[in-house]
């Protein structure tokens, strides 16, 4: 609905001239009525007092001087009368100008300044952000109060404005710095599955996936020897830079230790305390390296704290394996691991993951467990490992659906041919 024109719409000072000037109209419209009402009655009172002596003037042959006494009384009455209504008149008039211009000098006093704030604040904007106190509006009222209370707002925006940008810039930053990690991170992870399994009697494939920018997981996989292959999947505790700075030192202990000569056992022996001697901030690695004789299939396996593997005998199921693990890197010098010797055939697979895998969360907060990973694994037991690893996060995304991934998600599969 639109605004109705009236007498009161418009600004402020409109208004304190429309209601003072009601107001003395109002005053001088009584005013004048009574002055009638009561010449009225004065005229009346006269004229019956005149009407009562007429009498007597008439019985003593007076009756022209009472007339003429009569006719000078009511023209000094009307003049007096009449000079009394112009001194009215003058006197509303006087009145009027001076209540115009005290209203003037009021409006001047409120409208004036709050016009001026209401510029100054339409006028804020890229080149001018502050608003700033003048001397208009030191009226020593609540005009004063108001600019004053715009005054410190607008230097608390501008103090806000200028960390919010300090604050975007510092996060757009570290968010670079995060993405060169996390590029950084992926270069680490090998990812040359078909090159490193051509000519070679199995086939691998691995995956990662941050719950952040950059995370702890990490596998890996490499030759010790002309025939022996090591694989490793390990889970460093926390997330983001930390765990992803201790996951590429623990790789590459893992990985110089095996290929120095050391078993599985004695790498992460020594990887184990060499983490412990400066492991200040108490971070720990749950880790599975294993060590497979390609001409035999007879491998080494050694658990520290992590999940239990998963095997697939040839023309099977897939099945846990479970067996009692050590404790993780990181957590106590001098823990001596112990190895678990196991025997792979023609067509049997390996399958490995991280807690993230298992831990996966759907928006009711149900896990997605080791069963599920079973179900999905023999669903298709004979499939690629290209596949086993596509089909595994296809079911982990459809179970979590819109549900925030909380753990980096890390697997590996691996198929022995003999």
Known sequence: MGRTNNFFSGGIRRKIFSMLLITILLIIAAYTAVYLFQSARVERLVGDIYEEQAQVFVD???EEQYN???NRAVTTFHREMFHARNILILSVAAIVAAGMAFAASITNRIIDPLNTITRRVASLGVRNRQFQMEDVYKTGDEIEVLAESFAKLSARTVLYIEQIKRVTSEKERIGAELDMAKK????QLPQDFDEFCSGKN?????YMRPAREVGGDFYDYFMIDDDHVGLVMADVSGKGIPAALLMMISRILIKTHLQGGQTPAEALFTTNNQICSKNESDFFVTAWVASIDLSTGKGVAVNAGHEHPILCRAGGQYELIKYRHALPLGTMEGVVFKEREFEM??????FVYTDGVAEATDPQGRLFGTDRILDTLNADPDAETHTVLATMMEKIDSFAAE?????DITMLSFRYQG
């Open 184 to 187: 950084i991170q992926a270069s």
């Open 202 to 206: 199995f086939s691998l494939h691995a």
């Open 60 to 62: 003593n042959g007076l």
């Open 68 to 70: 003429g006494l009569q």
């Open 345 to 350: 055939h023609p067509g049997d697979s390996l």
């Open 403 to 407: 549900a925030e991934q909380f753990d």
